[in-house]
């Protein structure tokens, strides 16, 4: 999955840092040279965001040269993407381009440790990010997600249906929720029903009342073998996902475990990516 902010959302990212113009480079004359600019991460990565920094310097009118897409993995020192053109464009490209970078290739990279602890157990489990991304970022945050390997939770509150104890204590408690759970999903036949629950007590219970997928808040990962044991044996198809705490050192774990999804916020958040920026004549 691959997708690109619009041009006029790249436009607004590079307005918001260069407003009007670049005073430092306007008084230095710079516009009368040519030059380059190159971006390389400083240890290996799984790009994102190259596609917005191309179009950044689409918009300065320089020529650039996309090296590394989105999705795809750089070496320490492998540059990403090239840019040529006049000075005073490229340094008001500059630093926007690379915040993208190292913010979202991280995200990426995050995302895609995760995955790869998850494969280690030799089953087939999907990650998840979920909507706990920094307010504003949701459109390349996602991106960096699926960068990595990993697909979003829920897009938004409108695609899907995931019912927490804060809707279900509103109702008279997962009893009551138990009870209404058939005619609940009959009025939206079309989606899967998700219930959040925090025992193995209440997951085996919305799992027999007909819950499609049942979500397990901050489980221990042998609390999951255990449910997922116990719906097996009862020929129960419910879906099964681990949400809190989990990240790329217990992935592995949860997957082994029997999880069939691995709900996740873990990756959104953490130490930028470090890419070298070097501008030169040409």
């Keep these: 999955m691959n997708f690109t902010l619009n041009l006029s959302d790249v436009e607004a990212l590079l307005r918001e840092d260069v407003p009007y113009f670049d005073l430092t480079s306007s008084l230095l004359n710079l516009s009368s040279q040519n030059a380059e600019i190159l971006f390389a991460p400083k240890e290996p990565v799984i790009v994102s965001g190259s596609e917005e ?21 750089a070496l320490a020192g492998e540059t990403v993407l090239k840019a040529y053109g006049n000075a005073e464009q490229l340094h008001m490209g500059w630093k926007v381009s690379q915040n ?11 995302t895609r440790s995760m995955v790869e602890g998850a494969n280690r157990s030799g089953k087939s489990v999907e990650i998840c990010g979920t909507r706990k991304h920094l ?3 949701k459109h390349l945050s996602l991106k960096a997600l699926c960068s990595g390997g990993g697909s979003p939770h829920r897009l938004g509150l409108s695609d ?33 029903v998700a219930v959040e629950v925090e025992s193995i007590h209440d997951a085996i219970t919305v799992a027999e009342a007909g819950a499609d997928i049942v979500q397990l808040d901050k489980l221990s990962h042998e609390s999951v073998r255990k449910i997922a044991e116990m719906l097996k044996q009862g020929g129960n198809g419910t879906t099964i996902a681990a949400a809190g705490g989990i990240n790329d050192t217990n992935a592995e774990k949860y997957a082994a475990a029997g999880a069939d999804v691995l709900v996740s916020s873990w990756m959104y958040f953490g130490k930028p990516a470090d890419y070298k920026v070097v501008i030169r004549k040409t």
């Design 53 to 73: 920094v191309a179009k950044i310097f689409t918009l300065l009118d320089v020529a650039t040269e996309l090296i590394v897409a989105s999705g795809h993995k």
């Design 100 to 110: 993208i970078l190292e913010h979202f290739s991280a995200i990426a990279t995050r």
């Design 135 to 137: 307010p504003g970022t």
């Design 160 to 192: 899907s249906i995931l019912i927490f104890s804060n809707h279900y204590g509103l109702l008279g408690g997962l009893k009551s929720l138990c009870t209404d759970l058939q005619s609940i999903k009959a009025r939206c036949p079309e989606k899967k």
